[in-house]
Every structure is written in structure tokens, then in C-alpha cells.
């Protein structure tokens, strides 16, 4: 084995033990149910609901921001499949063991993507030819045709996965210890238009009163029997749906009419608690990021 | 106390100015009929107002009116004196010196943190941002929401929801509070605890009008009651003088307080001296019985010795 190779396998190895002893300890006293799964609807309220649990909520939001940001574009940018690990098991490391979230509910939201991900790197995977490819590592044959998984192929496939999976956990470092409301904030001090942040602000609020006006109705409607078969549910969805438009216009009035009541002039403006820039955490962060830099020239 | 009360029900008589006066409030919705039919009223400063009327007779279009989110098709309103007309400095005034408590916290909270949400009426306000940074503090530590500041409002217990709504307007500094139906939809101890707000706000001195339904409420909290129907004001004045005119109780659909009820039966027993005052609380209640039973030890005690 190539001594260089230790830059990428001390911290993997530290990492993964690490990710592993937090979880064994977290297990001990915090019994959670349903390893896999979620119930219908509940993906995005529950990262939602994580942010605010996670022990680095404290955090400033900026910082976070721009450290999973500068993690994403080195993953992506850097084309290095050892950063990329380094990357995913770094950002499951500050999410699990520093965040306090529990390995299993990280493992099922890593799920979404992963799904995705098999299905868009399919086809880089397989290469269809008329005749077996030479140097194949495994051809199939198929009617007139070959599937055949070259070299070259599953190189890529398993880069393309370590760059995604590094840049999603990274963006999951972010989405799960940040609430939706400071990263607006983020935003707008990142000089995105006011418009923008007021609708996000807007439709951040709504979507929970939305959600919940809709599984009332949901409600109403399955204990009248409105869900017994196929055909009903169907019609009892599509009423709920328009009913759903016309009480968010009722709604929407009733807003309006309370924010005018309150000075609303157009303009939205909220205060936001100031959060103290980190100090150890900074030097921290900035260390793993010279760290990466290292692996990347090491392991070119 | 007792001044005031005075004041309130020879308000007719009055010179000083109200710190409200409304005259001839009109306001239609378009397709709609009347929802105002010519409203006067003087809210005086200082004083608990009770709205009652039933569900559609104008209380919450008249609110909205008040604070110019309708514009109302005739009449005037007055603050401190001063007419005020539908431009926007005025709006702006208005909004400023009359806060709404809306019904449904639902309807009313629209950002994504509470202490977020507790500042909107203060930044809109235009003062200094350490200025809304103080006030906005404090009315999380008077309604108790403190713990909450970063949490985001739709995870809050809708008893909690209500706090935020209610800071929302105390931060705003406003002269008169406004309360739409507040204890509809609210479990015992959310109510309790909203009387207890009430209480505190008006022995600081604020002015706070409630629109309800509950006549017990009405009767023991208000210094003034108003009735509403169809659109107009049908009658007015103290809890007392409302509740003993038969013809607007039946009118409004409103029935007499349990405890005013009680007493009566209980005077017209011979149980309770025809003289003394209608207690208006529990707590008056109970005070005026141990009171009586007091009495009557008492004079059965003297009338022992005498014998003896």
C-alpha cells in the first residue's frame, strides 16, 4: 500500500469510529422508533424540526452556511474521489456526533437523494453495445444486444457518487442545523433581493398553515368515509385540493388584513437575534478545509 | 376607579375629549349589505369595553374600520381630538395607536421566528432598531415567551400562539388594545391566563376594548358594555344597566350572567339583603357570602347573650 494513502485513511478511519462510538452512545439511552420510512409528508417539516433540535443550532448561521458551502464546491470542483469521502464523513460526523441528531434518521434522509442518484448514474454505469466490449469487467447479453460495465465506467459512476454524496451531506450539514428563517437571513446579508427573501419568508410560514388546514380537511373527510376505496379518494382529494384554494385566498385576506393592521407597507422587515461569530469552531473549520487542500495534492 | 367608571357612564355629559370618538361609521362591503350602519361611540381613556353582539353583527369589520384597514364609506373618526382622514400619515397613526389582537394567531403571525414575529409592528413603526430590540424583549418577557424567541411559531401550542399574538401588539406600544374574541378557541388556562393579561394592561392604565361572546366575562371584566347588532350599536352602558334591559338581551340574543341570575333568586329568597350590590366575580361572590355569614354570627351571638 502506497504510504501516501495514510493522509486519506488516519481521518476516514477516525471519522468513521467516531460516527460509530457516537451513535452506540446515543443509542443507549435514546430509543427512537422506525429505522426507515417516513410517513406520508413528514420529510420536510422533520428536517425542518431537526434544525431547531440540533445541538449546533446555536451556531451562527453564516458560518455554517459558509462552510457547507465551501464543502460542496470542494467536492464538486476538486473531482477527488478520497476529498469526497473525507467530505461525506466529515459532514455526517459534525451532523451525528456534534449535532446530537440520530444516526438512523440521517441514514433515511440520506435515502431522497440516493434514490435519485442510482437512477442518474445508471446509464453511465451500463454501456449497451451490439458486441462484448473488449476489457469489460462484465458483459450481459441481452436479445441482439450487450450490457457491459467497463472500467472506465464504474470509475466514473463511483466518483459521480462520492462528489454527490460529499455535496449533499454537506448541504444536509447546513439544512440540519440551520432553521429556514436564518438562512434568509444569510441570504439577504448575501445581498439577495429583498422580494425574494419576503417570498421565501412568506411561503416558508405558509406551507405549514397550508399543510396543516389541508390534513383537517384530510381528516374531516376520511372519518365521512371519504377515503374507503380508489374512486372516493380520488374525488374527496380533488375537492380538498379546491377547497384548499378557496380557503387560502379566505386566508390570504384575513393575513392581509393583520399585517395592514400592523403598518404593513410593502417592506418586510423582522429582527433577527445575532448570533456570535465562533471562534474555535472557525479555526476549526478552517483546518479541515487546509486538511482537504492537503489530501487533494497528496492524492492527485 | 370609581372616577372612571363615572366618567364612562355620564360620557354624554362630558367636555374632556375621548381618546376615541366615532360618528356616523359606515361601511359596506361591495355585493354586500351594510355591514356598519352608522356607528357613534366615544372610547374614553382608561376604560374596559365590552363588545357583545352576535357572530355577523359588524364587531370585527367595525375593528378593522377603526384602524383603517377598511376605509369607511361615511362618518369620521377622532384621536384625541384630532379627525383623522384616510391619508397615509393618518393611516399610519391610526395603526400605530390602535393594535388588534386578531382572533385566529394563525391569521396573524407571519414570521419564521417569534422574536421575528414580535417585531414587525415595531420595525414597521419606523423607530431606531434598539429601540424595537428593547420593546420587542419585553413583550416576550411580559407574555412569557422568552424561551420561545428562536423557535419558529408553527411549533408552538396554540395557547402559546396566542401569547405571540398578543405580544405582536404589545410591542407596538399602542393606546388602545383591541382583543377580537380572544378566549374562542382557547383551553381554561390559556383563558385564565389572558384575563390575568387583560388585568395587568388595564392597571397600567390601557385602554382595551374585547369583543365576546361570554356574557359571564363581560359582566365581571367591563366597565362599559356596547352591543352590536346588524351592524349598529343597539345599546350601551354598564354591565348592570345591559344585563337588567330585557329588551336588548332579547334583541341580541344574549342571556343574563350566571351570577347575576343567581343573586337575584337568592334576594328574591330573602337569602341575600334586597340592598346589597350584585357581586360581579366568583371571588366578589364568595367575599359578600362570607361577609353575610359573618353578619348573621354575629347577631345570633348578641341575641344569645341577650337572652341569657
Same mark, same amino acid.
Given at each position: 500500500m502506497d504510504p501516501k494513502m495514510l493522509i486519506f485513511l488516519i481521518p476516514a478511519a477516525a471519522l468513521a469510529a467516531g460516527i460509530l462510538i457516537g451513535t452506540l452512545k446515543a443509542g443507549h439511552h435514546s430509543h427512537h422508533h422506525g429505522m426507515f420510512g417516513h410517513k406520508h409528508g413528514e420529510a420536510?417539516?422533520?428536517?425542518?424540526?431537526?434544525?431547531?433540535?440540533?445541538?449546533?443550532?446555536?451556531?451562527?448561521?453564516?458560518?455554517?452556511?459558509?462552510?457547507?458551502?465551501?464543502?460542496?464546491?470542494?467536492?464538486?470542483?476538486?473531482?477527488?474521489?478520497?476529498?469526497?469521502?473525507?467530505?461525506?464523513?466529515?459532514?455526517?460526523?459534525?451532523?451525528?456526533?456534534?449535532?446530537?441528531?440520530?444516526?438512523?434518521?440521517?441514514?433515511?434522509?440520506?435515502?431522497?437523494?440516493?434514490?435519485?442518484?442510482?437512477?442518474?448514474?445508471?446509464?453511465?454505469?451500463?454501456?449497451?453495445?451490439?458486441?462484448?466490449?473488449?476489457?469489460a469487467l462484465g458483459s450481459v447479453h441481452l436479445f441482439n444486444f450487450y450490457i457491459n460495465v467497463t472500467k472506465t465506467g464504474l470509475t466514473t459512476t463511483v466518483l459521480l457518487w462520492g462528489k454527490?454524496?460529499?455535496?449533499?451531506?454537506?448541504?444536509?450539514?447546513?439544512?440540519?442545523?440551520?432553521?429556514?428563517?436564518?438562512?434568509?437571513?444569510?441570504?439577504?446579508?448575501?445581498?439577495?433581493?429583498?422580494?425574494?427573501?419576503?417570498?421565501?419568508?412568506?411561503?416558508?410560514?405558509?406551507?405549514?398553515?397550508?399543510?396543516?388546514?389541508?390534513?383537517?380537511?384530510?381528516?374531516?373527510?376520511?372519518?365521512?368515509?371519504?377515503?374507503?376505496?380508489?374512486?372516493?379518494?380520488?374525488?374527496?382529494?380533488?375537492?380538498?385540493?379546491?377547497?384548499?384554494?378557496?380557503?387560502?385566498?379566505k386566508k390570504a385576506n384575513a393575513y392581509y388584513d393583520a399585517l395592514e393592521s400592523r403598518g404593513y407597507d410593502g417592506r418586510m422587515h423582522f429582527l433577527q437575534e445575532e448570533k456570535k461569530a465562533p471562534g474555535r469552531e472557525r479555526v476549526l473549520a478552517v483546518l479541515s478545509?487546509?486538511?482537504?487542500?492537503?489530501?487533494?495534492?497528496?492524492l492527485r | 376607579m370609581s372616577d372612571l367608571k363615572n366618567k364612562n357612564t355620564m360620557n354624554k355629559k362630558h367636555d374632556e375629549t375621548p381618546l376615541l370618538r366615532i360618528r356616523g361609521l359606515k361601511y359596506a362591503y361591495s355585493n354586500d349589505k351594510h355591514a356598519l350602519n352608522g356607528i357613534d361611540l366615544d372610547i374614553w381613556n382608561g376604560e374596559k369595553l365590552a363588545i357583545l353582539g352576535a357572530n355577523g353583527a359588524g364587531k370585527s369589520t367595525f375593528f378593522l374600520n377603526l384602524n383603517g384597514v377598511l376605509k369607511a364609506d361615511a362618518g369620521s373618526i377622532e384621536l384625541d381630538g384630532v379627525k383623522m382622514s384616510q391619508n397615509k400619515k393618518d393611516l399610519n397613526r391610526l395603526r400605530s395607536s390602535i393594535g388588534i389582537v386578531f382572533q385566529d394567531p394563525d391569521n396573524q403571525i407571519i414570521a419564521s421566528t417569534v422574536r421575528g414575529e414580535?417585531?414587525?409592528?415595531?420595525?414597521?413603526?419606523?423607530?431606531?432598531?434598539? %429601540?424595537?430590540?428593547?420593546?420587542?424583549? =419585553?413583550?416576550?418577557?411580559? #407574555?412569557?415567551? !422568552?424561551? /420561545?424567541?428562536?423557535?419558529? &411559531?408553527?411549533?408552538?401550542?396554540?395557547? %402559546?400562539?396566542?401569547?405571540?399574538?398578543? =405580544?405582536?401588539?404589545?410591542? #407596538?406600544?399602542? !393606546?388602545? /388594545?383591541?382583543?377580537?374574541? &380572544?378566549?374562542?378557541?382557547?383551553?381554561?388556562?390559556?383563558?385564565?391566563?389572558?384575563?390575568?393579561?387583560?388585568?395587568?394592561?388595564?392597571? !397600567?392604565?390601557?385602554?382595551?376594548?374585547?369583543?365576546?361572546?361570554?356574557?359571564?366575562?363581560?359582566?365581571?371584566?367591563?366597565?362599559?358594555?356596547?352591543?352590536?347588532?346588524?351592524?349598529?350599536?343597539?345599546?350601551?352602558?354598564?354591565?348592570?344597566?345591559?344585563?337588567?334591559?330585557?329588551?336588548?338581551?332579547?334583541?341580541?340574543?344574549?342571556?343574563?350572567?350566571?351570577?347575576?341570575?343567581?343573586?337575584?333568586h337568592l334576594k328574591s329568597a330573602g337569602l341575600i339583603p334586597e340592598s346589597s350590590d350584585n357581586p360581579r366575580s366568583v371571588e366578589a361572590f364568595v367575599r359578600m357570602t362570607k361577609e353575610l355569614t359573618a353578619l348573621s354570627e354575629k347577631t345570633t351571638d348578641t341575641g344569645v347573650e341577650q337572652s341569657a
Open positions: 420536510t417539516v422533520s428536517i425542518d424540526m431537526y434544525a431547531f433540535q440540533s445541538a449546533l443550532y446555536s451556531l451562527n448561521p453564516m458560518f455554517k452556511t459558509i462552510y457547507a458551502i465551501t464543502l460542496l464546491m470542494l467536492s464538486v470542483c476538486m473531482n477527488n474521489l478520497y476529498v469526497s469521502v473525507l467530505i461525506l464523513l466529515l459532514s455526517t460526523f459534525i451532523i451525528v456526533v456534534l449535532g446530537k441528531l440520530p444516526f438512523s434518521r440521517f441514514l433515511n434522509l440520506m435515502t431522497i437523494p440516493f434514490v435519485f442518484l442510482i437512477v442518474g448514474t445508471i446509464v453511465i454505469l451500463l454501456d449497451f453495445s451490439w458486441e462484448p466490449a473488449a476489457g454527490c454524496l460529499g455535496a449533499i451531506s454537506a448541504m444536509y450539514m447546513m439544512s440540519l442545523t440551520t432553521p429556514s428563517g436564518e438562512l434568509f437571513t444569510v441570504l439577504e446579508r448575501m445581498h439577495v433581493p429583498s422580494l425574494i427573501i419576503e417570498l421565501m419568508n412568506m411561503m416558508y410560514r405558509f406551507i405549514f398553515t397550508m399543510m396543516d388546514t389541508q390534513s383537517r380537511m384530510k381528516n374531516a373527510a376520511e372519518s365521512r368515509l371519504g377515503y374507503k376505496d380508489y374512486r372516493t379518494s380520488i374525488k374527496s382529494f380533488g375537492s380538498t385540493a379546491s377547497n384548499l384554494l378557496v380557503v387560502s385566498f478545509v487546509v486538511y482537504l487542500f492537503a489530501v487533494f495534492f497528496v | 414580535v417585531s414587525f409592528g415595531p420595525m414597521n413603526q419606523e423607530i431606531p432598531v434598539e %429601540e424595537v430590540r428593547i420593546r420587542t424583549e =419585553a413583550a416576550m418577557k411580559r #407574555m412569557d415567551i !422568552e424561551q /420561545f424567541a428562536d423557535r419558529a &411559531p408553527h411549533y408552538l401550542s396554540s395557547g %402559546e400562539k396566542k401569547r405571540v399574538a398578543i =405580544a405582536d401588539i404589545i410591542a #407596538m406600544h399602542p !393606546e388602545i /388594545f383591541i382583543f377580537d374574541e &380572544p378566549t374562542a378557541a382557547l383551553d381554561p388556562a390559556s383563558s385564565q391566563m389572558l384575563e390575568g393579561v387583560l388585568d395587568r394592561l388595564s392597571d !397600567e392604565g390601557r385602554t382595551i376594548v374585547v369583543s365576546t361572546h361570554d356574557v359571564n366575562f363581560a359582566y365581571r371584566w367591563a366597565d362599559r358594555i356596547i352591543v352590536f347588532k346588524d351592524g349598529k350599536i343597539i345599546a350601551q352602558g354598564t354591565p348592570d344597566e345591559i344585563f337588567r334591559n330585557r329588551e336588548v338581551l332579547e334583541a341580541a340574543n344574549l342571556h343574563e350572567p350566571t351570577l347575576m341570575t343567581v343573586t337575584d
